[in-house]
C-alpha cells in the first residue's frame, strides 16, 4: 500500500488547510496535490514551509474546469473533496452554488472514474440532515434514523444532492478496471482558529463596543472543532485504504462531532471570546415564532417583487430555524467503523481557539492606532 498520493479540493478553505496539516504526517504518502479557486499569500506561506517534509502541489483552478480536474486527478490514489460554498443567508445565487456544490462534485467524480481514483472522502454538512422545525427536537441523533432536509434553501439542497451522487458513485468501475469506493462525514458546526462565522461575528462584535449579537440563544447544538474535522477525514481514508474495514465503511455516511458541551451558537461565541472582554447581549429576543413569521413576510416581499427587482432577504425561515433548534448528534459509529475518537478535548480546542480571538482583537487595536496618527 506504499506510494500513494493525495488530493484536497478546497485545500486553502478553513477545514482543508487543516486537514493537510495532519496529511503530512501520513505513512508513506509521497504527494498532497492542493486543488482550490485561488490560495492566500499567508496559505501559500505556511504550505511552503511543509515542502521541506512532502511533495506539496498547489493548483489553483475552477471546479468547473474539466480539464483542470483531469489534471489535478491524475496520479492520484485519494480525493478528498471539501470545496464548497457555503451560504445560509441567501447571499450567492442559487445557481452559482448548486453549480459548484452539485454540479463540482458530480464532474470531479467523473474525472476520479477517468482518472481511476479508488478512494473518494466528501466532506458533507449536517444541515443536509435539517433541522427541519424548531419545533422538532433531535438529540443524540444517530445515522440509522435517516434525517433528511426539506428546506428549498441552495445550500442544504446543493449538499444533500452532491452528497447523493458521492454515496450512489460507490462501486463504480474505473477506467483502468478497479472500483471507486466512497464514504462522506457530515460534521456539526465547526468552530476554530480561522473560523470564517466566527471572525464575521467577533469582527462585529469589535465594532459594537464587545457586544455579540443574539441570533442563537434558542439553540442547543453540539459544534465540533476543526481539528477534530479533519482528522475524522485522516480516519477515513486510513479505513477505506485497509482492506479488512473498508467493506464497512464504503458508501456510508458519518455524522462527526466530538465533546465539545452540549449549548446555544450563542453561548459557544461567548465561551470562545469572554476572556478579551466580549459580552453577550442581555435585551430581550423577539420569541422565535414571531422571528419566524417576519422572516415569512420578508420572503414573501421579495417573491412579489421578484417580477421587477431581485430582493433577496438575508433573514429567513430557514436560517431562524438552523439558528434556534435543539439538533445535537452523537459520532458513535465514527467511533464504531473509523475507529474515531477527538484528537482535541474541549479545554484544547476552546483554548487554540481564544487565543486565536485574541490574535483578532489585537489586529483590530492595531488597525485603529494606525486611523488615529
Partial sequence: MSGWSC???????????????????????????????????????????????????????????????????????????????????????????????????????????????????????????????????????????????????????????AEKAVLEANGCALKNGGTLYTCSLRPMYIYGERSPF????????????????????????????????AWAHILALRALRDPRKAPSIQGQFYYISDDTPHQSYDDLNYALSKDWGFRLDSRMNLPIFLQYWLAFLLEMVGFLLSPIYKYKPTFSRHLVTLSNSVFTFSYKKAQRDLGYEPLFTWEEASQNTTEWVGSLVRQHRETLKTKTH
Fill in 7 to 161: 488530493l484536497v479540493t478546497g485545500g486553502g478553505g478553513f477545514v482543508g488547510q487543516r486537514i493537510v496539516r495532519l496529511l503530512v504526517e501520513e505513512k508513506d504518502l509521497q504527494e498532497i496535490r492542493l486543488l482550490d479557486k485561488v490560495f492566500k499569500s499567508e496559505v501559500r506561506e505556511e504550505f511552503s514551509k511543509l515542502q521541506s517534509k512532502i511533495k506539496l502541489t498547489m493548483l489553483e483552478g475552477d471546479i468547473l474546469d474539466k480539464q483542470c480536474l483531469k489534471d489535478a486527478c491524475q496520479g492520484i490514489s485519494v480525493v478528498i473533496h471539501t470545496a464548497a460554498i457555503i451560504d445560509v443567508v441567501n447571499a450567492v445565487q442559487q445557481e452559482t452554488i448548486m453549480n459548484i456544490n452539485v454540479k463540482g462534485t458530480q464532474l470531479l467524480l467523473e474525472a476520479c472514474v477517468q482518472a481511476s481514483v479508488p478512494i473518494f472522502i466528501y466532506t458533507s454538512t449536517i444541515e443536509v440532515a435539517g433541522p427541519n422545525s424548531y419545533k422538532e427536537v433531535i438529540q443524540n441523533g444517530h445515522e440509522e434514523e435517516h434525517l433528511e432536509s426539506r428546506w428549498p434553501a441552495p445550500y442544504p439542497q446543493s449538499k444533500k444532492l
Fill in 198 to 229: 466566527l471572525s464575521g461575528h467577533i469582527d462585529c462584535a469589535l465594532k459594537n463596543n464587545g457586544m455579540l449579537t443574539n441570533y442563537g440563544r434558542f439553540s442547543v447544538v453540539n459544534p465540533v472543532y476543526v481539528g477534530n474535522v
